[in-house]
């Protein structure tokens, strides 16, 4: 099972909101394809509810370091405009923000 959710906060000046993934299934294309539709879906809802809200996709270390290293992911990362915070799961911390 995923572990999934998403988090309203700050960041300096800025509204965010966080959609947490733990991409534990044994497939991380079918976890992407899962995150990037609710991020997809989630980004379009807060354009209308609160539009000043930025969303980010936060990702694990080890998943960044791998799967999202692969020119496909990559790619629909650039092509979809995906904000990510890459986070140590084991440490709880935010390692990366990537705009």
Do not use: C, H
């Not at 534990?24 to 879906?41: K, M, W």
């Not at 000043?52 to 370091?65: F, I, K, N």
């Amino acid at each position: 099972m995923k572990s999934q959710k998403i988090i309203a906060a700050d960041k300096g000046n800025e509204k965010i909101a966080i959609e947490i993934k733990s991409f534990l299934n044994p497939s991380a294309i079918t976890d992407f394809y899962s995150a990037l539709g609710q991020f997809l879906s989630y980004r379009l809802a807060l354009a209308g509810y609160e539009p000043e809200r930025v969303l980010y996709l936060a990702v694990p270390l080890d998943t960044y370091q791998t799967f999202f290293q692969l020119e496909f992911t990559k790619t629909a990362i650039k092509q979809y405009q995906v904000l990510l915070i890459v986070y140590n799961p084991v440490d709880e911390v935010i390692v990366q923000w990537i705009n």
